[in-house]
């Protein structure tokens, strides 16, 4: 079972960046693909960026390329989201995800509750 907990959200004003962090424990974390979900008001769940745990393959949303950044430290078990020039409507709660075999898929194994990340105009 692996336990996911965010952080890193907050409110900021649009152009600004936010980096989210998502801490994991209990199993292999080197051995999981992540990723960083949003729900935005109103919305379904969005998967946003992906990154395997072979190799570091990384993938994204076309709404948010070039502008947010994922990345993971094995050693610390955490995957973090930098997020910069930041829109409006960016603005959601930000979701992590493990899961072993799937990658930009919107079934997960494994979720953390959520940060919120708020952008004003």
């Known amino acids: 079972q692996v336990q996911l907990v965010e952080s890193g959200g907050g409110l900021v004003q649009a152009g600004g960046s936010l980096r989210l962090a998502c801490a994991a424990s209990?199993?292999?974390?080197?051995?999981?693909?992540m990723g960083w979900f949003r729900r935005a008001p109103g919305k379904e769940r969005a998967l946003v960026a992906a990154i395997g745990w072979v190799g570091g393959y990384t993938r994204y949303v076309d709404s948010v390329k070039g502008r947010f950044t994922i990345s993971r430290d094995n050693a610390k078990n955490t995957v973090y989201l930098q997020m910069n020039s930041l829109k409006p409507e960016d603005t959601a709660v930000y979701y992590c995800?493990?899961?072993?075999?799937?990658?930009?898929?919107?079934?997960?194994?494994?979720w953390g509750q959520g940060t919120q990340v708020t952008v004003s105009s």
């Open positions: 209990g199993g292999t974390f080197s051995r999981y693909n």
């Open positions: 995800a493990a899961d072993s075999k799937r990658l930009w898929s919107y079934d997960y194994d494994y």
